[in-house]
């Protein structure tokens, strides 16, 4: 329920000449972010049209998820992932069934945004940045990136932005899910998806081009140290500790 980053696997747009790589670029994450935001949209009309039927909001709603994961299949994407989010709102919609409140359909929204906001949080005191991570994945580097001591900062700094923005999430979501808002929340649902997953792309991306010291080859080419001699442990090395 929450739109993070994650690793574009189907064949990217190619970039204009001359345009430095992006993190919009290797990881693809406003467009899922987009998609992540129709089944609630369907879930408020679906409930309005129905005259606040909590099942006529329910089954809109999946009926959405089942399309948009449909659409999601045939452009590729992975079947794991198309799976995940289907499931998420068909947990949020089961969960609204039970209580019989309208705005616990957002309930999964908001734990997953604590949830996410503590794990990229804890990344980073742990010297595994989430967005070192995913990026790492997406270049297919594994962990190497994290033998090189300047890539390690700049994505610690990086996975910060993205931390706030579950902070933010949270700030906006608590009080109205427990003040029973229900368009309110679809509402800041819309605005906190896709354009403050856009912002948090440029903004972590700007944060990692400022922290790289100049003449740095970029997220591509990690400058990883050579092995030390023996007894004697490098400073990529005790990077990863």
Known sequence: ???????????AAPRPAGRPESLADLLGGRRGAVDATLPPVAFALGWLFTGRSL????????????????????????????????????VAALVALR???ASDFFLIQVLSNAASALAWA???????????????????????????????????RGSWVWAGT????LAVFVPLYFGGQVLALVAARVALTWPLVAAALALSWLVIRRSLPAGHPGLRHPVTEPNPPAGKTSRGERAER
Do not use: F, H, N
């Open 1 to 11: 329920m929450t739109a993070m980053p994650e690793p574009d696997q189907t064949t």
């Open 99 to 101: 209580t019989g409140r």
């Open 55 to 90: 099942l006529g909001g329910v089954a809109a709603a999946v009926v959405a998820g089942t399309a948009v994961a449909g659409w999601r299949l045939r452009r590729g994407d992975r079947p794991r992932s198309v799976l995940v989010g289907l499931l998420a709102v068909c």
């Open 122 to 156: 804890v990344s980073i005191v742990v010297r595994w940045p989430l967005l070192g991570v995913l990026v790492g994945v997406a270049l297919g580097q594994r962990g190497r990136w994290r033998r090189d001591p300047a890539l390690l900062r700049a994505y610690a």
């Open 166 to 169: 579950y902070v933010l999430r």
